[in-house]
């Protein structure tokens, strides 16, 4: 059975960083892709930042861009999102989710994805 599971989130101070694992179990994690996305306010997912299966290949959204980091360890079949100079705005619920054979080319949409983790609420506050 394919499973994500994203790590605590969490309070963060503003200016602050955080970083988010997302486990994965039951498939071949190095044939996917793992993207990570965040729950928006009209109630959809945007993209935040993507790595294909092999790592070689990494993506990120512009507002994710100088501020996020995304990576991945295939031997330990985890992802990560990495998250710097954090502010308020970016409180939200990410999710972590996968996609087979996936090369992050025109990253953004939700609907490449097929498995997905319940998600981890981030909130960045004083």
């Known amino acids: 059975q394919l499973q994500l599971v994203e790590s605590e989130g969490g309070l963060v101070q503003p200016g602050g960083s955080l970083r988010l694992t997302c486990t994965a179990s039951g498939f071949d994690f190095d044939l996917y892709a793992i993207g990570w996305f965040r729950h928006t306010p009209d109630n959809t997912r945007e993209g935040v930042a993507c790595?294909?299966?092999?790592?070689?290949?990494?993506k990120l959204t512009d507002p994710a861009k100088g501020r996020f980091i995304i990576s991945r360890n295939n031997r330990e079949n985890v992802a990560y999102l990495q998250m710097f100079s954090l502010t308020p705005e970016v409180t939200s619920v990410y999710y972590c989710a996968a996609s087979r054979h996936y090369q992050c080319d025109d990253y953004g949409s939700p609907t490449i994805f097929d498995t997905w983790g319940r998600g981890t609420l981030v909130t960045v506050s004083a």
């Open positions: 790595i294909s299966g092999a790592g070689g290949i990494t």
